[in-house]
DNA sequence: TGACAGAATATGTAGCTACATAATACAAAC
DNA sequence: GTTTGTATTATGTAGCTACATATTCTGTCA
């Protein structure tokens, strides 16, 4: 590599947030436009389009055509989630995974799942409620409906050897997914199977996943006491 | 637009992406090489890497020089988070922000928020705590650690007109940030100040702030109950 | 003064080329 | 048979051009 390399985009990236960072310039400020950013860093356009896109995404600038690009006045944290499948997740930490089918059955869901859903009218699903174990202790306790307008084919498959969690991801992948994240105390039933005191605090990652428009699932994740989801960016 | 207009590369992607999510390629399967698929969709090959390069950020295929691009065998769910300064956040929901100083002291950090910022050696911070409201009821309570080396100018902010959370978000841009979700239950100490019982389930997030390899500051935000954090993608 | 049309402008996107880089496959040498 | 070097191949990145699109600015006319 020659001392005067091309900069890549990313490299360009770092010089603009740097220029940020120290103050050169304001939050509200606006931006010199792409074209003086790649004649005063002697590279083209494109690359400080690249640059600009990636500092827009990550909140740090906002851009408008024609009203060019200016530092955020009210800057956000936008971090990445990353939400793995739970047996990978526990066999990545080290963890021997299990898991423990509890109750399986059809029924029509309550109104708050409808509406998770985006369902008007209620419709059949399949409620499934699991228990998947690490090193054979509780670690998330799942409590999940399916549609069974939109997954028929899960009538046939056998929940106590493989989870939902695992089915689904394998064999309906969605093209939408909202996570709701808070906390819960644990109601009798689900302290006894997580393990611990009734009324403890538990950590809950609901999701629902969509195939277009049509819902699959909605599950409410139950951690076990001392979970924590982490992200950095 | 002529009907056969030229295609975008969100386009390509959502092409592609059908194509996985009607199970024409398989988890684990190849998929055709980018200049075929560009082929294939009469487009540029740089439209199908634009559109390849986003299927692979979030999550849903894999990309490895020569190797190719394949359908993740172990799809992962990956969400934008996003957490806006308090006080907006409580104005967008239609609230009434307010902000309370609650303590302010200079201290030697404890081992845990060291370790969090990354310190081998503790270094003397800032300790604020603050409770953030809206419309006059408990919202956020926050026990925040700032670096002085870093810093030094927190000293002579007034914080009980503007929050640290405001200062620092528009004095000091931060080029990492941490975050840390989990719950816990209430101390005596935060419950009351929280309007709530002791032992209450309640949602924590924890937040650490960069520039460069400097600590910035720590945050334990710890919201009151019936938060929730929302995302969508 | 106000409304509206059109010009100007900054970003957004697509296409092309050329070359860089990483991973694999294969063949030669020991 | 194993190792090592080289060729091949698929993606990654930069540069350029051309045009699309959204906004703002400006000038004109009522």
Redesign the interface.
């Known amino acids: 590599m020659s001392p005067d390399a091309r900069l890549s985009w990313k490299d360009v990236r770092d010089e603009i947030?740097d220029a940020?960072?120290s103050g050169r310039y304001a939050?509200g400020d606006r931006l010199p436009r792409d074209a003086d950013f790649a004649a005063m860093l002697n590279c083209a356009r494109s690359t400080v389009q690249r640059a600009m896109q990636d500092l827009s995404d990550s909140?740090?600038v906002e851009r408008r055509r024609k009203g060019g690009t200016r530092v955020r006045p009210?800057?956000?944290?936008?971090?990445?989630?990353?939400?793995?499948?739970i047996r990978?997740e526990v066999e990545q930490k080290g963890g021997r995974y299990g898991y423990q089918l509890i109750r399986q059955a059809e029924a029509v869901p309550p109104a708050g799942i409808c509406a998770a859903c985006g369902l008007a009218a209620p419709a059949p699903m399949l409620r499934v409620e699991a228990l998947h174990l690490s090193d054979g202790q509780p670690y998330i306790l799942e409590d999940r409906w399916i549609s069974l307008d939109t997954v028929p084919e899960i009538r046939a498959v056998d929940l106590t050897a493989q989870s939902a969690n695992e089915w689904l991801?394998?064999n309906r992948?969605?093209?939408?997914?909202?996570?709701?994240?808070?906390?819960?105390?644990?109601e009798t039933g689900a302290a006894r199977l997580l393990g611990t005191a009734p009324?403890?605090?538990?950590?809950?990652i609901e999701?629902t996943t969509w195939?277009d428009t049509a819902p699959i699932t909605t599950v409410r994740a139950i951690a076990a006491?001392?979970?924590?989801?982490?992200?950095?960016?």
Do not use: K, N, W
């Open positions: 947030r940020i960072l939050p909140g740090i009210d800057p956000v944290t936008r971090a990445m989630l990353e939400i793995p499948v990978r991801v394998l992948p969605y093209s939408r997914c909202d996570l709701r994240l808070y906390a819960i105390p644990a009324g403890a605090a538990l950590f809950v999701r195939i006491p001392g979970y924590q989801l982490v992200t950095q960016s």
